[in-house]
């Protein structure tokens, strides 16, 4: 079970830090980054979020969680952009993180550098099981993890991974119910053996 705690310090004082809230497909992880922005919004921080301009799932203008709790963004085609966007920000939200590129990592250091709080939601493995992108250095030089869980559909434990339910082997393969399953390391392991008998 995840406990989140209430850190309002974090909420009200002005001080550069980075968090990264990552996890499987379906384990809420856009959901815990719009509560921690909305949060940082009644506190009168000035907040914006950014997403990858590959996601464009649902809008162009929201971050938009599969329970459709959205809150506005702007999409940008790479990490040095968001550097551009972010003077007299006191909160910075990245979304879907894992489809950006590695200079993500520099550019998080130095917005956290400058004073500002960086929060960063991604997936932190492929349906392989691949760490995924710059999710794994970010994890590194965050100040904390948050490592969030879905529910394996087959047996009900926490689930590990996005297991893939159509054949297609390219790696970005934009997430709907559908076409992903979240799965524990157990019930992915049989699942891999039956696919390749
Ligand atoms: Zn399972």
Redesign the pocket.
């Known amino acids: 079970m995840v406990v989140f705690s209430e850190d309002h310090k974090q909420e009200t004082c002005r001080r550069g830090r980075i968090e990264v809230i990552c996890g499987s497909m379906f384990s809420g992880k856009t959901e815990e980054l719009i509560r921690r922005l909305k949060r940082a919004t009644f506190a009168k921080q000035k907040v914006e979020i950014f997403k990858p301009a590959i996601d464009t799932r649902y809008s162009e203008q929201a971050v938009v969680s599969h329970d459709n709790n959205s809150i506005q963004s702007t999409p940008v085609d790479s990490s040095a952009s968001i550097l551009l966007f972010s003077s007299e920000i006191d909160v910075v939200g990245i979304d879907e993180a894992q489809f950006f590129d590695d200079g993500l990592i520099n550019v998080c250091n130095e917005l956290a550098n400058r004073g500002i709080r960086v929060i960063i939601a991604g997936l932190d493995m492929d349906f392989k099981g691949i760490p995924f992108g710059p999710i794994p250095a970010l994890c590194a030089i965050a100040d904390e993890v948050t490592k969030v869980h879905a529910i ?1 559909v ?4 926490l ?1 590990y991974v996005s297991h893939r339910t159509v054949a297609n082997e390219k790696r970005v393969l934009l997430g709907e119910k559908q076409e992903y399953e979240p ?2 390391r ?3 392991q049989q699942a891999l053996q039956k696919e390749h008998k």
């Open positions: 394996c087959k047996c009900g434990n689930a799965l524990c157990c019930c992915y």
